[in-house]
């Protein structure tokens, strides 16, 4: 099984959606957190999808075919939780080849961790990761805007309210290692003590957007 999150930059230049599509189709994820995604970007082979609500603050300009956060699956969605703000971050249940699984999709701070938002959603994240975790199986991921690894981009104290975070709720960051990276997957210790895992990178130059995709596969 694979789960994949990758930042594609709000698509802001449409020549670059074939190039975007040709690495989706090569990774070939089970589980899909595209964020800064647009609905301009199509992948039909994906037959279950829950997006974040159309944003109606829109001081950073989005268009309308814009979402913050959307979640792509090849497995049934079993059910949709509510998130603390639907604008920013979605989640739902998945029945997977290794069981189900509840997977949250976000970003943490809309642009960056210096944007006024950053601590506010980062502090009702850990809230929300603290009641779904205890539901069942947990896998939270997306742009969180903090390495963990190096300084290339963090702050002391959304480093360690995360770490405490996923402490507390027994989770483990599978990709907390790379270096220069600020997207992540982080998944249930229970979910994946059986399991051999495996992380790469893609769009390492980021010349198709400003981030890098990170994906896990389960064996």
């Not at 959606?17 to 609905?39: F, H, Q």
Request: glycine share 4%.
């Amino acid at each position: 099984m694979k789960i994949a999150t990758w930042n594609i930059d709000r698509l802001k230049s449409l020549s670059k959606s074939s190039g975007i599509i040709r690495n989706l189709k090569e990774i070939d994820a089970d589980i899909l957190i595209l964020t800064e995604y647009n609905k301009l970007l199509h992948l039909p082979y994906y037959q279950y999808k829950v997006e974040t609500n159309k944003i109606l603050d829109n001081q950073y300009n989005y268009k309308e075919t814009e979402t913050r956060v959307a979640i792509f699956s090849k497995f049934p969605i079993r059910q949709i939780f509510k998130t603390y703000d639907n604008q920013t971050s979605c989640c739902a249940e998945f029945e997977t080849d290794f069981g189900n699984l509840i997977v949250y999709g976000t970003i943490v701070g809309i642009v960056g961790n210096s944007d006024k938002n950053f601590k506010a959603d980062l502090i009702k994240q850990t809230e929300d990761i603290e009641s779904l975790s205890k539901l069942g199986s947990f896998c939270y991921s997306g742009d969180l805007n903090i390495s963990f690894s190096d300084n290339y981009y963090f702050t002391q104290f959304g480093r360690e309210k995360f770490l405490e975070s996923f402490r507390n709720n027994r989770l483990t960051n599978l990709t907390g290692n790379l270096k220069e990276n600020i997207d992540h997957i982080i998944i249930s210790e229970d979910f994946i003590k059986n399991l051999n895992h495996e992380i790469s990178e893609w769009n390492t130059s980021k010349n198709l957007s400003d981030h890098k995709g990170v994906l896990l596969e389960l064996k």
